[in-house]
């Protein structure tokens, strides 16, 4: 069965500091990654997400994520961050050799990202 | 462009009773996937509609239900309602065959 693991629940950091959120997966199928968004009482925004390709994605507001399949892991970063990434972030997978939206969302238990002044 | 859009955004209900919740998808998607996000926990997938028919299913009960409609809105259904049915639940819309969903602002749902 496929899973997703973040291993952090919540990172603290100062602001304009780097931040990594680690995400690992696992599946024997090849997968469809996803990183959301949510601030309080929100609901969930789509960051950025690996379909194929290369294996770094980028999001207009500054993070990125490398798929590396030999590591299953699908990490979080931002070389900078600023009061307002305050929020929760979900790591996600779709398990399938096809994709597609008739499948599934798996998602990660979240990792709180905390950024002081 | 609207979003997906979901009703009510706040219900709270007694042990026992009976919920109708809905969600109207983003324009141009045609399949509806909820999901349940307990407090503090990731989202998990209650089940999915696509041509007016349950697709996928997670590991709920059947107390859960629910409907698409030619439209391609959808109502999610919960009967016989446990305190831990509390949770804010989530729709997302997609068109299928394509990996990109798009999530309302949920609905908070209390059982007291």
């Known amino acids: 069965a496929q899973s997703v693991t973040q291993l952090d629940s919540q990172v603290p950091v100062f602001e304009e500091a780097p931040v990594e959120l680690r995400c690992n997966y696992s599946s024997s199928v090849s997968v469809y990654l996803f990183w959301y968004v949510q601030y309080p009482n929100q609901g969930l925004q789509l960051l950025l997400k690996?379909?194929?390709?290369?294996?770094l994605v980028e999001s207009i507001n500054g993070f990125e994520a490398e798929f590396n399949k030999s590591q299953t892991s699908f990490h979080l970063r931002k070389p900078s961050v600023h009061i307002s990434d305050t929020a929760e972030y979900f790591c996600a997978v779709i398990a399938s050799p096809y994709g597609g939206a008739t499948n599934k969302l798996i998602f990660g238990t979240g990792t709180l990202l905390a950024v002081q002044p | 462009d609207a979003g997906v859009t979901q009703s009510p955004t706040h219900l709270i209900k007694t042990r026992g009773q009976q919920v109708t919740l809905r969600c109207s998808p983003k324009s141009g998607h045609d399949t509806v996937s909820w999901y349940q996000q307990a407090l503090g926990q990731g989202p998990q997938f209650i089940f999915q509609?696509?041509?007016?028919?349950?697709?996928q299913r997670g590991n709920f009960p059947d107390r859960f239900s629910g409907h698409q409609f030619p439209n391609y809105s959808s109502e999610l259904n919960v009967n016989a309602l446990l305190l831990g049915d509390s949770a804010l639940y989530l729709c997302?819309?997609?068109?299928?065959?394509?990996?990109?969903?798009?999530f309302g602002s949920g609905t908070r749902l209390t059982v007291v």
């Open positions: 690996y379909l194929s390709g290369s294996t």
């Open positions: 509609y696509y041509e007016e028919e349950e697709r």
């Open positions: 997302a819309s997609s068109l299928r065959q394509a990996a990109g969903y798009t």
